[in-house]
């Protein structure tokens, strides 16, 4: 285990997010180890909204950092002042063009990366929504089944762990 061994230090940020630097030594020793790097973001949802048929909604879109086009649920951070499941109703009106015609849940929660980043990700599922216009080419939603869900992921176009975990708790937990 890891135990800080002085405050921690702002070495890089923008309006969204910060890079800490946190001296650490090993727990049950004297020795000073490399300092951690952190990154603090605010919290996010992922919505994994269906519609009556049992498809269920995702994104394709670029993510900057992965260099990559790929399938996900529709997600976005948390406004200050917001909740979990205001932040979902929202991000599924911005990311998809879609409202729920039923009572967001939160299914679970899990962190995207919790050994070097902060932010906590909320999973809300939705059980009966519609889409009321199509997306833009830069962010474009679809209807799928499960079985075209296990293609994508099978042929390495969903990667994304937020997703990867909302489908699952989502199969675990559905009514």
């Not at 890079?19 to 727990?27: D, E, G, Y």
């Not at 399938?71 to 976005?76: A, K, M, R, S």
């Not at 939603?141 to 990867?164: H, P, V």
Request: proline fraction near 5%; hydrophobic fraction near 40%; aromatic fraction near 6%.
């Amino acid at each position: 285990m890891w135990i800080a061994t002085g405050p921690k230090r702002p070495v890089a940020g923008n309006s969204f997010t910060t890079v800490w630097s946190v001296p650490v030594r090993q727990a049950g020793t004297d020795e000073e180890g490399e300092p951690f790097l952190v990154v603090e973001r605010q919290d996010a949802v992922a919505i994994l909204a269906c519609d009556e048929a049992g498809r269920k909604l995702l994104v394709k879109q670029h993510r900057f950092a992965a260099d990559s086009l790929g399938w996900e649920l529709p997600q976005g951070g948390i406004e200050t002042g917001e909740t979990a499941l205001e932040a979902a109703a929202r991000e599924l009106e911005e990311e998809a063009n879609a409202v729920s015609l039923t009572p967001g849940r939160m299914i679970g929660e899990l962190f995207e990366a919790a050994d070097w980043c902060t932010t906590k990700c909320t999973v809300v599922a939705y059980d009966r929504v519609v889409v009321r216009r199509e997306g833009t080419p830069e962010l474009r939603a679809q209807w799928l089944t499960d079985d075209e869900i296990a293609a994508l992921i099978l042929r390495g176009e969903i990667r994304d762990a937020a997703t990867l975990a909302g489908l699952h708790l989502y199969g675990l937990t559905r009514p």
